[in-house]
C-alpha cells in the first residue's frame, strides 16, 4: 500500500455487483463433470489415529473417491510459513522449532481440525453424507495448551503444543498501586497460531487433455 492511501478515502469498485445480486464466486461455476470435495477433519488436538474406515462412504452414491494419506502416494510437507531466513536467524540467534505439516494427517492428529480424509462427490451433499459414514479411531495423547505446559520438563517436541480456543481470554489490566519493586507476570495470550482455518477459500480446477 502506497503512501498516498494512508488517510484517503478510496472508493471501493466491486460493491454495486454485490449490493445488486450480481457477484460471481467459486461455487457460482458449474464446468461439466465437476466434482466436489469436502475434508473430514480431527476433533482431537491430539492423538494417534489407530485406523480410518472409509469402506462405507466410499460406496455411497455418487462418490468418485475417498482419500487419506495412505492412499496417495508422494504427499510431501505443507512448505512452512513466517520462517526467518537465515541471515535474520543467525544475527539474532534464535531457533524455530515446527513439526512437518502434511496435506492429510499422517499417523498422528495435533490440532483440532487438521484434515484426515478428503471425500470426492458429483455434488457437495452427496460428499458431505459420505464424511458421515467415515470412522477413524483415534487414540488421545497428552496435550499442551499453553507456553508453560510446553516448557514444563517432560514435554519434548513441537507436536505436543496444541492450541485451543480457550487457551487465553482477554487481556486483563490491573487497577493496583504501582509496585514499589519489580513485578513478573504471565498473563495468557487469546491468540491463537495453529492451522485452524481463519479464512474461507476455494478454488476450482481441472486438466485439459494435452496434460493428461
Known sequence: ?????????????????????????????????????????????????????????????????????????????????????????????????????????????????????????????AAEDALGLIGVAYEPLPVCASVADALAPGATGPERAASRGAAGGPSRRSTAAPASRPTRASPPTPRIASGSPGRNRAANGGRTPASW
Request: one cysteine or more; charged letters at 20%; glycine letters at 8%.
Open 1 to 125: 500500500m502506497g503512501a498516498k492511501y494512508v488517510g484517503a478515502i478510496v472508493r471501493r469498485q466491486e460493491d454495486p455487483r454485490y449490493l445488486t445480486g450480481r457477484g460471481r464466486f467459486v461455487d457460482d461455476l458449474a464446468p461439466a463433470g465437476c466434482l466436489h470435495a469436502a475434508v473430514l477433519r480431527s476433533l482431537h488436538a491430539h492423538a494417534r489415529i489407530a485406523a480410518i474406515r472409509a469402506g462405507a462412504a466410499r460406496a455411497w452414491p455418487g462418490v468418485a473417491a475417498v482419500f487419506t494419506f495412505d492412499n496417495l502416494t508422494g504427499l510431501r510437507p505443507i512448505p512452512e510459513a513466517g520462517v526467518a531466513p537465515p541471515p535474520l536467524k543467525a544475527r539474532v540467534g534464535f531457533q524455530l522449532r515446527s513439526a512437518q505439516q502434511y496435506p492429510l494427517a499422517r499417523d498422528k492428529v495435533r490440532y483440532v481440525g487438521e484434515p484426515v480424509a478428503v471425500v470426492v462427490a458429483d455434488d457437495r451433499y
